[in-house]
Each structure stands twice: as C-alpha cells, then as structure tokens.
C-alpha cells in the first residue's frame, strides 16, 4: 500500500460512486486544514501516463460545481466516447474557501496557489494511479478560476503543458466586481504577482501554450480584450477568441469543450 503524502487522505467508495465521480479530502499546510477535490476518471480502462485537467472554479463555487452546474464530466465522457479527445482525467477542486473565492493566490497566511499547483496534483496521483509523474498536466477555468488559471499556469511553466481561461478576471482589481472582501486581503508583496499580463511576460520563455476566451456581452469582456491587446503588442503567442454569451453557466458548459479539445492537441 502507498504511503500518502498527506497527513489524511479520504477517498469516496467505489461502490458509491456514480456518474464516473471520485472525491477526495486531503489535509495540506497550505490550506493549514483540509480542501475537497471532485474528480472525473473516464469509464474507458486507462493507460499509464493519462493526461491531467485541474479544473478551477469561479466565486461562490466550490468543488463540486463544474459538475452540478455544467456537467463537465458528461461532456468529458462524451467527448471521449466519440473520439475527439483522448481519456483525460479532470481534477475539480475547491479554492480553499475563503471568503467569496480566494483568488488563488497567496494570502492571509495560506497558500491557495500551491494547494493547486502542487496538493492537487500530488493527490490525484495517490488516488488515480495512471496519472504518473510522466502524465502531461494542464489547467483551466471560469471568471476567478481563469484568473488562477492563466496566472498559475504561467508561473509554474515545469508543471503544465497549457493553460486556459474562460470569461477570466485578468487582474486583481476585477475581483471587487465579486467579492465582499476587501481587496487589501489578496494583495502580493510584488504588484506583478496580481496581473495575468505581468506573469506570463515575466515567464514568455518558457510558458506552455495558452488560449482564453470571453462571452461577448460578458462583464469582463473589456478586461479580456485589453489582456489580447496586451499580449500582441508584446509579441506573446496565444489565441484569443470570442462568442456570444454572459458570464453565465450555459456559457461555461458550451466553451469548456474548447479547452478540452485545445489540451488534447498536446
């Protein structure tokens, strides 16, 4: 039996299990407590060095929404029933819950960005032994989750093999549009840290490729489009595109096939 490197780990029964859904509690430092991850592990029998999607969620959400809200589980299944994508495992996990969304990053004491760059991943390789140290990892997300996403995905250029962002906060100060929280609870002792832009010029080098996208009549859909503009007029290579849509879950459910698929190109 493998040793965890958790102090605890539990993970849900088989035989209770439905709708190709495993959870996972794990205590971490990071989180100087527990934190909850959904996980989608595909019917089909898996091979070894399986493909790795960290999902993250947007404000108010939690580890179970990207399923209960958007199915992305089924869409997943489909997608791999048909052949358009290979079997990928899907890791959903929640922000650490604190206050309306944690943002992802550092702060007040806990780590939320290493809980994902580095707990999440760890667990699901306890748990879902085809996902190895040789599995390719990507990362992806909705409003605050895109926000993590592109920046984690950015910062951490060892660990994922792409990255992104659907109808994502591109900087700090959108989170205000979210949260209750005041903001001077997220902020970083280098400004730099906040910004999606600053981070991936700050790792252009070496970054996996990325895309985003934004509903057009989205609240954020200025902020993405000044990120686009941003990036080509530092000759960053990414594909930005745009749909109709709001900030809405109908949105989410349709576009995280892009992502999919995008991630299934490498």
Not at 88 to 93: F, L, N, R, Y
Request: aromatic letters at 12%.
């Amino acid at each position: 039996m493998m040793v965890s490197q958790f102090k605890t780990i539990e993970v849900s029964n088989p035989e209770f299990e439905s709708d190709n859904l495993r959870f996972i509690t794990i205590k971490t430092p990071n989180l100087k407590g527990r934190g909850d991850i959904c996980v989608y592990v595909p019917s089909v029998k898996l091979q070894p060095n399986t493909p790795l999607v960290v999902l993250l969620h947007g404000v108010y959400g939690s580890a179970w929404i990207w399923s209960q809200k958007a199915g992305v589980h089924r869409t997943a299944e489909r997608m791999i029933s048909e052949e358009q994508i290979k079997p990928t495992v899907i890791a959903m996990p929640s922000d650490g819950l604190w206050g309306d969304g944690s943002a992802y990053l550092p702060h007040n004491s806990f780590n939320f960005e290493k809980w994902i760059a580095e707990d999440v991943i760890t667990a699901i390789r306890e748990v879902v032994v085809e996902v190895t140290e040789d599995s390719k990892i990507f990362i992806g997300g909705l409003s605050m989750g895109g926000y993590g996403a592109l920046r984690i995905g950015a910062k951490y250029p060892k660990i994922f093999s792409g990255f992104s962002g659907h109808s994502s906060i591109t900087d700090l100060p959108q989170m205000e549009l979210f949260v209750e929280e005041n903001l001077e609870n997220y902020r970083q002792n280098r400004g730099e840290e906040e910004s999606v832009f600053e981070i991936i010029k700050e790792n252009r080098e070496k970054i996996a490729p990325f895309r985003f996208d934004c509903g057009e009549n989205d609240e954020l859909i200025a902020h993405n489009r000044k990120l686009h503009e941003q990036l080509l007029s530092a000759n960053i290579t990414h594909i930005y595109e745009e749909f109709e849509g709001k900030h809405e879950w109908p949105y989410w459910e349709e576009h995280i096939q892009d992502s999919l698929l995008f991630f299934d190109k490498f």
